[in-house]
């Protein structure tokens, strides 16, 4: 069982940045994906970014797209969001995931794409969340 352990959540001002973490229990390799999801209070879950196991395919939210950076670094089994431009809209805690089964993918021969937005049923592993509040 993959554990997930998210970091780099905080306080900052409209416009500011923050870099979030999350580190695999073992080798992220093993996953198909990993992604990001935010839930912000009174709202449901959603889906903020996602990139494939070999990095060669990334899937963002329309709101966070140019703004926010997805990536991966399997020899160190961590997955980070890079978060620029930050808005007060921004403001919910911030869930790693991840994608065991292949399910957020669609196969092409040896490799793999996004081809729709990913839901959270597609991962079965998540991290217990960190806090990012954007001021105005």
């Known amino acids: 069982q993959v554990q997930l352990v998210e970091s780099g959540g905080g306080l900052v001002q409209a416009g500011g940045s923050l870099r979030l973490s999350c580190a695999a229990s073992?080798?992220?390799?093993?996953?198909?994906?990993l992604g990001w999801f935010r839930q912000a209070p009174g709202k449901e879950r959603e889906f903020v970014a996602t990139?494939?196991?070999?990095?060669?395919?990334?899937y963002y939210a329309d709101s966070v797209k140019g703004r926010f950076t997805i990536s991966r670094d399997n020899a160190n089994n961590t997955v980070y969001l890079q978060m620029n431009s930050l808005k007060p809209e921004d403001t919910a805690v911030y869930y790693c995931a991840s994608d065991s089964l292949g399910l957020s993918l669609t196969q092409f021969g040896f490799h793999y794409y996004f081809t729709a937005p990913p839901v959270p049923e597609h991962y079965d592993y998540w991290g217990l969340g960190t806090q990012v509040t954007v001021s105005s």
């Open positions: 073992e080798h992220t390799g093993s996953s198909y994906a």
């Open positions: 990139i494939s196991r070999d990095g060669g395919s990334l």
